[in-house]
Antibody, heavy 116, light 109 residues
């Protein structure tokens, strides 16, 4: 059975950088793309980007370009999302979503709070 | 910038049938957009119900079905249950990137 377990909540100051993780089990990270999704408080889902763990290639939503870095460590089956130059609008739940089994599994979400 | 449009809200009676749609600002939605439908209940993580237009996961109730309707992707619920009250999002593929619709809040009343 596929499981995605994300790292814990983060509180950051404006301008800082946050890096959150998503460890998978039940399949090999290298075999499928890993996506990240943002959900601001009371708002809808927003696609952030993806990584192909096999070769590290990425695709990012235009609004996050320049601030987002998504990586994958296939030795530990862990994907990462790093967001820099944080601002209040980045306060949100961030989910990882695997393309394994056709988007069959989501992480539990990581709350990032940007607070001065 | 690509925009994916869904009905903001819909209301259906228990036992009724309702269709949610998903439109693209780029034109007609086809199977090449690999439409997915995602359900999210309050306080819960999302879960994917439908992938690649019509395909169901093992956990997807039989009353849910996906299709193409005209120039849109569609999610139809037949014999709606109270537990189907939730937010529903479509997710479309655009040449490497993906875009979510704004979501439809489905009320069962």
């Amino acid at each position: 059975e596929v499981h995605l377990v994300q790292s814990g909540a983060e509180v950051k100051k404006p301008g800082a950088t946050v890096k959150i993780s998503c460890q998978v089990s039940g399949y090999r990270l290298i075999d499928y793309h890993m996506h990240w999704v943002k959900q601001a408080p009371g708002k809808g889902l927003e696609w952030v980007g993806l990584v192909d763990p096999e070769d590290g290639t990425t695709e990012y939503a235009e609004k996050f370009q320049g601030r987002i870095t998504i990586t994958a460590d296939t030795s530990t089956d862990t994907a990462y999302m790093e967001l820099s130059s944080l601002r209040s609008e980045d306060t949100a739940l961030y989910y990882c979503l695997t393309a394994a089994h056709y988007f069959g599994s989501w992480g539990q979400g990581t709350l990032v709070t940007v607070f001065s | 910038q690509t925009v994916v449009t869904q009905e903001p809200s819909l209301t259906v009676s228990p036992g009724g049938t309702v269709t949610l749609t998903c439109a693209s600002s780029t034109g007609a939605v086809t199977s090449a957009y690999f439409p997915n439908w995602i359900q999210q209940k309050p306080g819960q993580a999302p879960r994917t119900l439908i992938y690649s237009t019509t395909n169901k996961h093992s956990w997807t109730p039989a009353r849910f079905s996906g299709s193409l309707l005209g120039d849109k992707a569609a999610l139809t619920l037949s014999g709606v249950q109270p537990e189907d009250e939730a937010e529903y999002y479509c997710l479309l593929y655009y040449s490497g990137a993906w875009v979510f619709g704004g979501g439809t809040k489905l009320t069962v009343l």
